[in-house]
Every structure is written in structure tokens, then in C-alpha cells.
């Protein structure tokens, strides 16, 4: 991967402010069982503009977390970034395949929800760990 094409270093820590600001709306939502008026059809109703709100913060700071640069970016990291993007790709469609398979209707307009962060999450999670155990086989080393 291009490192040109990447984020600054700093925009990793604007990520995980914007995603970790995402969490508390979210959950108080959830909470407090908020309700929107459902019958409004309009493109700025109260819910589709909470439900862009929260899901633009949480794409955009996992975006800034996965595709920043790390503090030293060399050819190996730039591997493992690769490798890690394709397996959470090919993981995130599998699992996709599988469960537009097993379900029918509105279901699936979840999942397709879910895929709308899945990969980058199994993303930031593979590359993170490939990091953590790169590091440790350097320091036993």
C-alpha cells in the first residue's frame, strides 16, 4: 500500500476521539429507548439525521484509525497492512454471503448496516494484532 495515500500519523488519535464520541450517543439511545417519529418520510427527520450523525462519526474515525500512518512505515508494515486488508475483506464477504443466505426481508438492511463498519473493525483489529506480534518477535530478538 502507497504510503502517499495514507493519513497523517496525528489522524489516528482524531479517530479514535471521533469513534470513542460516537459510543455514548449511541448507547444512550439505546438507554433511554429513544423514539423519532417514524411516519416522517422526509430526508432531515430526526432519526435519519441522528442515524447519519452517528454512523458518519463512527465511519470517519474508523477510517482515520486504519488508514493513518504508523510512526515509522516501512515496507514490512506496508505488508502486513495489505495482508491484513485482504483477509478482513475476504472475511467481511463471507460473512456477508452466509448471512444474506440465512436471512429474508428487513433483516438483511441490517446487515447491510453492519457491513457498513464491519470491515473496517476486522481491518483495524488484524493489522493491530499482526503490529503487537511483529513487535514482540523483534524484542525477543
Known sequence: ?????????????LGIVLF??????????KMMHVQF???DPS???G????YMATALTMVIGLLMIAF????????QISQLRLES?????CFNYLLLIISLT??????????????????????????????YALTRLLKNN
Open 1 to 13: 500500500m502507497k504510503e502517499r495515500f495514507l493519513f497523517p500519523y496525528w489522524f489516528k488519535y
Open 43 to 45: 430526508l432531515f427527520s
Open 20 to 29: 470513542l464520541a460516537h459510543l455514548p450517543i449511541y448507547i444512550i439511545k
Open 37 to 39: 417519529d417514524n411516519n
Open 68 to 75: 493513518s500512518k504508523e510512526k515509522i512505515e516501512d515496507e
Open 85 to 89: 486488508l485482504k483477509w478482513a475483506i
Open 47 to 50: 432519526q435519519h439525521l441522528f
Open 102 to 131: 440465512f436471512t429474508k426481508g428487513y433483516d438483511a438492511i441490517d446487515i447491510l448496516r453492519v457491513n457498513l463498519w464491519l470491515p473496517l473493525m476486522v481491518f483495524i483489529l488484524l493489522f493491530r494484532w499482526k503490529m
